[in-house]
């Protein structure tokens, strides 16, 4: 191995040597460009640097330089063809550079030092297209196509030909720092800030491609975001790399845990399990040596019969730590280790074509060359290997839209075969080649003439009995004699005819068509769909075909029809008259004419008579039954609307929307219904992604509500029925066929939630079948008992705002009276879980909407709950939060709390209330707990808990605290046999909603430890726990006095 650091090879300026952003090296392995902080493209010679030691070696070094841009140069890169070369600056701008064979107009730049150039490198095109710096390049290997990426978080396509910006992919979070392609042409890879590399899979566009052709090219197809999860963002580059072979991804930035590496990421799963740790800081490039290796010299093995070695890739890794590190896959230790190569980061790599030299330039502005002798690396494979490592992803495969396994492209080679030989036998048809038999094909018939020859056309007379179509005993000889050609010719050329005055004329013969003995112009004739009867010439034909259906209006239309077509047109000034009227119609559109004064006449442009009709949102009310009206409980039902659309973002469905806000983010989903303006008439529904149809169906009556998620998609309709699929569009059950017309329809996972016009609700699990629980009818939570149906009444009732169902498929409904309620599937029975009340008496209203996260700085340390196989994470999170902002909008922001505050302020001044305050708000606290133990939420469980003991241990509630504590003890020191059957605070089980009894018991009497005349009670429980040593003591005391349980801001 050679170090190569030429003390001319740098970016000099008058008082510095400037950073180097880039090199690479073009695909004839003779230039280095190099790309600096000057604002100058520099290429140079290659020999030159590996010739730096030889005094005798007189050739130019540098062979040219540009400074076209405005600012500092990020990237340059070759084209693959070798046409090209391209650089990116914080200019915003791209230039692409050609070689122009005449020789430079200027021997040097005018008032600087800079050698004379060599090669002339002239501006080809600059491209303008990013809102920010241009980070990073790359060319596809077909030169097809050139992918810039930058600090405006956009990646841009550019055509490699005519370098038109064929698409804008915004799908980056923050900057994108590194591109790279696939050497199988099918995809390329991103990096960027937002901690993610995104994948891309694309087809080579034409040379003539716009951006309309590319709608449905350059498809995201995976993001990967687990080996960036805590990457800095410090690095100024996230350059990555793919393999030669096709098989992995190297990518920069990553980390394992705390320690910096390279993440290795596989092609057919695109997960990351490979790292390559090593750098004591962040890598900033890695780069693949474009050729394979084998791991031992293949003359000697092929010598000594030990087979052929194995074949590996090489790596180059380098970074903020100024280390360069080589690696492959044979081996699991880096190959060769370079330490301080450069004094500052090392911002790129670059191969030469024969993976034996490597180029790495420094922001210190030094460009090193790392040479390797033969084996040091391995040695090299011939190209031919890299193409049948690729041949497995269909390298050599063009615009490949199938999977990419080895029997999908056995399949692919068998269609092309089979394309193949039906173009050749049709291309051989055109050619005049003779046909092969047909007796297979065609049936002989006894008694039936045979049909007309080639040469014999249905306008003789003569020949008229073979116009009539009868299948033929035997083809038609593919060959006539020339003596027989020669009489049909003669006869053709003295066919008299008679013209209108009686004169006899004799009719020209084309010449083009005396081979042939007919016309080359297009002819009429009538076959079937399914005649396999060749055509009596090789000329283009007008085929009518009967199977069909054909629109038999005459030429011009409607119009022409109306007015017929014998009629002359109107002479317009400036038109020669001298023109022959019996022209023949060319083909082509038709104009649209208007019966005039004088004649037809171009049709005016004129606007609709009552303008544009918009569709209308709403067609009409539902069709409902008349009794809902006498029903205990109604609730309003959604009119039919012409148009519902859904987008599906992330998994989560959104709010109705409109098609251009839906279709913002690519990846959308998109649900929607259209239903006829016609009650009789079906409606439709369909699931759409980037514009593409992904399923549709048909419903017999109007769609009025839709939902779905990544498991079903489901629609009811104004019959009472609900439907539902799978996400590829498969009817997933039989219609659901509820009593009244459903209002709301909601998901979550597998539940599905069914709410109806008279109360009702459903809720069904798709997955098992099966319903939570029998119907359940919304009247208790209305206050049927007590309030009136009609809105304007005396005391109406409260209508429903929204209803929700959490992971475990229970129901949660919020009213407009700012209510909120839970239906709980064990009891039966709706329990209120927020209510005016609270918001009103509490000190504990609005405390902590979100602050779940609270606890991780209390006395009782971080939150671990207990492990559990079948436990789901965050069951019901945030549902008594929801509930109670909900209750704070309907209830204090409008205005409803007034009467009620002022009731309560009286209160307090009155005898006997003195306490008023502390007890609701420990009755608040209580209702909380209870709500969190029976929804199954964790945190919240949690978190309340310890706000209820701080508080009750304030208020020195002993019996209160007693108890709490003795519930919490109970699977701890009792058998769980003991209270087998019972549920939440009466369990024996040593876990209570998803938390180990020890670990609450301990938070409890943590918090309850500083409060003095506790202190023999929780001495006690403090002792089972083996919380009374010294050293526990002290930390008790410690974590009691560090502002422990500050929960009550």
Partial sequence: MHLIKPSWLSHSGEQKDFEVYSCHVSPDGKRLATAGGDGHVRVWSTESIYNANDQEYTKPRQLCHMSHHLGTIHSVRFSSNNRYLASGADDKIICIYQLDNSPPSH??????????????????????????????????YDSSILVSVGLDSKVVVWSGHTFEKLKVLAVHQSHVKGITFDPANKFFATASDDRTIKIFRFTSPQPNATAHDMVNNFVLETTISSPFKSSPLTTYFRRCSWSPDGNHIAAANAVNGPVSSVAIIERQNWDSEINLIGHEGPTEVCMF??????????????????????????????GQDKTLSIWNTNTSRPLVIVQDVASKSISD??????????????????????????????????????????????????????????????????????ELRGAQSRMGALMGDPQPDRKAEVATTNGVKPAAKQGETNGDAEHSKASTPAPTPAPAPAEESADKTAER???????????????????????????????SLPQSQLVGASSAKPPPNDTPQTILDLSKPFDGLPRGGIAAMLLGNKRKAIAIEGDEDDEPSTKRPTSGPVPILVNGVDGLEPAPLTAPVNGVVPTPEFLRPAVINPAISISQTRLAVPKVRAHILRPLEKGVLQGDTNLEEASKTPENIILEARNPAQVREPSRIFASKRGTLLWQDFLPRAVILVTGNKNFWAAACEDGSVHTWTPAGRRLMNALVLEAQPVILECREEWLLCITAVGMCHVFNIKTMAAAHPPVSLGPILEIAMASLSPHGATPAPGVTSAHLNSVGSIVVTLSSGDGFYYSNTMYAWQRLSESWWAVGS???????????????????????????????????????????????????????????????ILLSKDGFEGFESTVSIAHLENRIAGALALGSKEEFRLYLFMYAKRIGAEGHKTKVEELLNSLVGGVLKDGSAGAGAFGWYSREEVLCGWHRKDLLKGVVLILGKFRDLQRLTVQYARILDMTSGEEEDGAVANGNNDGMDLED
Wanted: charged share 20%; net charge neutral.
């Fill in 489 to 519: 010719i003669a006869a053709l050329k003295s066919r008299v005819t008679i013209t209108k005055d009686g004169k006899k004329r004799v009719a020209p013969l084309l010449v083009s068509s005396s081979g042939t003995g007919q016309s």
């Fill in 843 to 905: 000190q504990y209203w609005n405390s902590n909407d979100s602050s779940v996260s609270a606890l991780q700085t209390t006395a009782v340390g971080p939150a671990t709950a207990a492990a559990s196989k079948d436990e789901k994470a965050n069951v019901s999170a945030g549902v008594i939060p929801f509930l109670e902002r909900h209750t704070t909008t309907e209830f204090l922001l409008k205005g409803r709390a007034y009467t009620l505050q002022r009731l309560v302020k």
């Fill in 349 to 418: 790599l670059a191969w030469t074509p024969d993976g034996q030299t490597l180029f790495a330039s420094s922001l210190d502005g030094s460009i090193v060359a790392v040479k390797f002798e033969t084996g040091e690396l391995g040695w090299v494979a011939k190209p031919e290997e890299n193409d049948k490592a690729l041949q497995k992803y269909g390298g050599s495969r063009k615009g490949m839209g199938i999977a990419e396994d080895v029997d999908g492209l056995h399949l692919e080679n068998h269609s092309k075969e089979g």
């Fill in 289 to 318: 040596s474009p050729r394979l290796f084998y791991t031992k010299n293949p003359a000697e093995s092929a010598a000594s019969g030990a087979g052929t070695p194995n074949l590996v890739t090489v790596i180059a890794s380098a």
């Fill in 107 to 140: 021997t040097a730049s005018f008032g600087t030092n800079e050698p004379p150039p060599v090669e002339n490198w002239k501006t080809h095109k600059r491209l303008v297209g990013h809102d920010n710096d241009v980070q990073d390049l790359a060319w596809s």
